[in-house]
């Protein structure tokens, strides 16, 4: 009797201590996972009751399919790494997901959306202000300069469209096989040409502000630049390199000094470079009114999954509001080349010298801040936008290969992408 007394006493005695386990999957991997697993390992271990477990599932549109099929089949993980295009596709997956700022409400955690950088938490927040989804590895698009090679050919970085057609024509002119390339053609040329440019993507404030949107993607503006390409290619000043993130090589390899890519890209360009170079805000067409206004994010945010127990989401509260820590953002912030998603970390790493020792890592802050966002700097919101990226894209090329006009090709992108939408939106409402 005496026994099983003493054997109930410590079950009740362990299960009272018993950490509750939260499931995180994520898309990172290599040195990103390894920051990923140190962030949920210094949680753990600043606390007893929690313990989050950090699961690599595969690159954004794998884990994000095997998160909706897990739901369904009452196994979700509590939190999910999605890539900011997937934002209108969880919205859509109804009971599957937590609106962040209720998770947070429901446990009292601090929570105050102004705290992070407008245009990281605009993307994922609703037109009543709720925030959806929890900021997490936010970057923008940047242009890089190899400035030995534009000091050599009397060169300044330039700042506007126009300038780098006319560094281009004197690059080529001095033997230079490739002058421009970039990565992510979509996000850089669509999707942040038109939020640096103020001109929409898309009606419905770029898909926020409902699912029956269309793309606009062939305005004059768009044509306009999409043909500046095209030409610019067709003079060998253009080096096209691929839908990711191929052209970062092109750059650090030294093949090619002038380049547009993500922000993420300055790690390894500052393991490869062997020569010096600059970061500096996107080039604008400089008879736009207002232009330049601000860049948007690409990256990730953390969405919170249906169907779990009070104490489950207490615990991921109660990681979210770790994670939002000044210290905690200035540590992945550095660590990771992605931005600090609040202010207060911002504040705190300017205030430590680290952008005097790493030149061009405060660039992507202030090309986001630049100017308060608009209806059409704020981010988009289209449904299945994996496939209308690689409509988009696809036309791109056509331009790039010189087998479409700009004109045509955009207008089939409108075209290919709005059919897209329309398929998602008639999911969505069913």
Not at 162 to 187: F, H, I, N, R
Not at 238 to 249: I, K, L, P, S, V
Not at 346 to 354: I, L, V
Request: proline letters at 5%; one cysteine or more.
């Amino acid at each position: 009797m005496l026994i099983r007394t003493l054997a109930a006493f410590l079950l009740c005695s362990a299960s009272a201590h018993a950490q509750t386990e939260i499931q995180w999957w994520h898309s990172m991997g290599g040195a990103l996972g390894e920051r990923v697993n140190e962030l949920a390992g210094k949680f753990n271990a600043s606390q007893k009751d929690y313990k989050v477990v950090p699961v690599y599932k595969g690159q954004y549109p794998e884990s994000m399919t095997a998160a909706i099929a897990a739901f369904r089949a009452g196994n979700a993980p509590h939190i999910l790494q999605v890539f900011e295009v997937g934002t209108a596709t969880m919205m859509a997956a109804k009971g599957a997901v937590v609106p962040v700022a209720k998770v947070m409400a429901d446990a009292k955690e601090p929570f105050d959306p102004k705290a992070y950088l407008p245009t990281v938490s605009g993307y994922y927040t609703d037109l009543k202000g709720n925030m959806l989804s929890f900021p997490f590895n936010s970057s923008t698009a940047l242009f890089y300069t190899n400035d030995d090679v534009l000091k050599k050919a009397g060169i300044t970085a330039p700042k506007t469209w126009k300038e780098v057609q006319a560094a281009a024509d004197k690059l080529k002119a001095s033997g230079q096989q490739c002058v421009y390339t970039t990565a992510w053609p979509s996000w850089v040329h669509i999707e942040n040409f038109s939020a640096w440019h103020n001109v929409p993507i898309g009606t419905k404030q770029n898909g926020m502000g409902g699912f029956d949107t269309q793309f606009t993607i062939n305005s004059p503006l768009h044509v306009r630049h999409v043909a500046m390409l095209g030409e610019m290619a067709k003079k060998g000043q253009f080096t096209y390199a691929g839908r990711t993130n191929q052209g970062d090589a092109k750059f650090s390899s030294g093949e090619c000094p002038l380049f547009t890519g993500s922000a993420s890209a300055q790690a390894g360009i500052r393991k490869a470079a062997k020569f010096q170079w600059s970061a500096h805000f996107l080039p604008y067409h400089d008879d736009v009114k207002g232009a330049p206004q601000n860049s948007i994010i690409g990256g990730a945010s953390l969405w919170v999954m249906g169907g779990k127990k009070p104490v489950d989401y207490k615990g991921v509260a109660k990681f979210f509001a770790y994670l939002s820590q000044p210290e905690v953002q200035m540590e992945f912030h550095t660590s990771t080349g992605y931005v600090p998603i609040t202010l207060a970390a911002y504040q705190m790493t300017r205030k430590t010298g680290y952008y005097e020792r790493n030149p061009g890592a405060e660039t992507t802050i202030k090309q986001l801040t630049n100017k308060a966002p608009t209806e059409n700097s704020k981010g988009l919101r289209f449904g299945n936008f994996v496939q209308g990226r690689e409509v988009i894209e696809e036309e791109m090329e056509s331009v790039f290969a010189g087998r479409k006009e700009a004109k045509a090709a955009l207008d089939d992108a409108v075209k290919r992408g709005n059919e897209i939408l329309r398929k998602f939106e008639a999911t969505a409402r069913n």
